[in-house]
């Protein structure tokens, strides 16, 4: 696996409330500071105050190898109901490009949180420059990283559809 190859990866969960709760679950920024994963607090900005196209949000970040980092992200896709999706670092050459997917599964709902590995210099980049040899190790293990806190953000989702309203 190779960073210029700008992996993507992806959690499907199947949730038991209607695609309309399901949309208000992965629209709530703050879900996965509640998950298990690295996102820790995050803020909209610039008056912003939830999902729409240029929106921006600051995201404060931990990891007990990385430490501790913010990321400044825009909201560049929105399907209402169905699909959102913002970009990590700039628009242009991201560090990386994530996304919720909505849609009706009978009487219920299917869910997706992808990510992919963007354009963009980052840290990870970085490393890897230091560490050519073991590039196909150090993009392995941060999706590995980027999916266990997927698999948190959508096990949380499945807890807060379950619960009585």
Request: charged share 25%; net charge negative; proline share 5%.
């Amino acid at each position: 696996m190779r960073l210029r190859d700008t992996p993507t990866v992806e959690v499907v969960e199947r949730l038991s409330c209607s695609p309309e709760q399901a949309w208000a679950l992965v629209t709530d920024i703050e879900l996965p500071t509640r998950a298990d994963g690295e996102l820790q607090r995050v803020e909209w900005l610039d008056g912003a105050t939830g999902v729409a196209l240029g929106a921006r949000f600051r995201g404060y970040n931990a990891n007990p190898q990385m430490g501790e980092w913010q990321t400044e992200s825009e909201v560049v896709e929105v399907e209402a109901g169905r699909r959102w999706v913002w970009c990590v670092g700039s628009v242009e050459a991201p560090l990386a490009v994530w996304g919720f997917e909505v849609e009706s599964d009978g009487d219920g709902s299917i869910v997706r949180q992808w990510a992919k590995v963007g354009t963009g210099r980052s840290p990870l980049s970085d490393f890897i420059d230091k560490h050519p040899d073991k590039e196909g190790a150090i993009v392995a293990r941060r999706l590995s990283v980027w999916r266990d806190g997927m698999a948190a953000n959508l096990a949380m989702l499945a807890q807060l559809a379950a619960a009585p309203v």
